[in-house]
């Protein structure tokens, strides 16, 4: 079992719609969650941290985390054309572990 | 304020040689951490340093070594490369460690 899983995709979304990413992980003690964006040839650019169960909601993104279920999700709303990207999930304990990230395609 | 900057961005190199990169962090930032990003393996994480010491190593043979100055700068070094040492190398920074990490461009290493 991967310490961080994501689905590979392609995630294919209508633009406008809500695209959800989601995240496991299998270190209990971890206490850290990140979201990153990478577009092609570039490299990962951090959109959102939570550290507490819960929503956190910044701009068009939603950040949930359920430590009970070892399970962080990002949510996309209104989904553009530009938010077409891999995405990345990245969970700490004593040291940070990336996943093998989603890649979205937001369709026009 | 200036972001992440790491030198070269491009590197070509020969089995054999050896190769050190720099990695300079957000003014302020304490932390850095490199990471090894490939297409097959992902972004693998390499190690971490806070206040010049070496905090996490991650499952890199000896040849891939670190270290951070007291400006904390930081470089890594890859002795007698291999072609699988092909990757783009990538430097974050963060304020303290355990915080939220900012990545730099890249260097991007090819071995012949």
């Known amino acids: 079992q991967k310490e961080v899983e994501q689905n590979s995709g392609p995630l294919s979304v209508p633009e406008g719609a809500i695209a959800s990413l989601n995240c496991t992980y299998s270190d209990r003690g971890s206490q850290s969650f990140f979201w990153y964006r990478q577009y092609s040839g570039k490299s990962p650019e951090l959109i959102m941290s939570?550290?507490?169960?819960g929503d956190k909601e910044d701009g068009r993104f939603t950040a949930q985390l359920n430590k009970a279920s070892q399970y962080v999700s990002l949510l996309i709303r209104d989904s553009q054309p530009s938010d077409s990207a891999t995405y990345l999930c990245?969970?700490?304990?004593?040291?940070?572990?990336f996943g093998s990230g989603t890649r979205l395609s937001i369709r026009p | 304020k200036a972001g992440v900057t790491q030198t070269p961005r491009y590197l070509i190199k020969t089995r054999g040689q050896q190769v050190t990169l720099s990695c300079s962090p957000i003014s302020g930032h304490r932390s850095v951490s490199w990471y090894q990003q490939t297409p097959g393996q992902g972004l693998q994480f390499l190690f971490e340093?806070?206040?010049?010491?070496?905090?996490n190593k991650g499952n890199f043979p000896g040849r891939f070594s670190g270290r951070q100055f007291s400006n904390s700068r930081s470089e890594m070094n890859v002795s007698t490369l291999e072609l699988g040492d092909s990757a783009l190398y990538l430097c974050a920074s963060s304020l303290v460690w355990g915080n939220e990490q900012f990545f730099g461009p890249g260097t991007r290493l090819t071995v012949l």
């Open positions: 340093y806070f206040s010049e010491t070496q905090r």
């Open positions: 990245a969970v700490r304990a004593s040291k940070i572990i």
């Open positions: 939570i550290y507490s169960n």
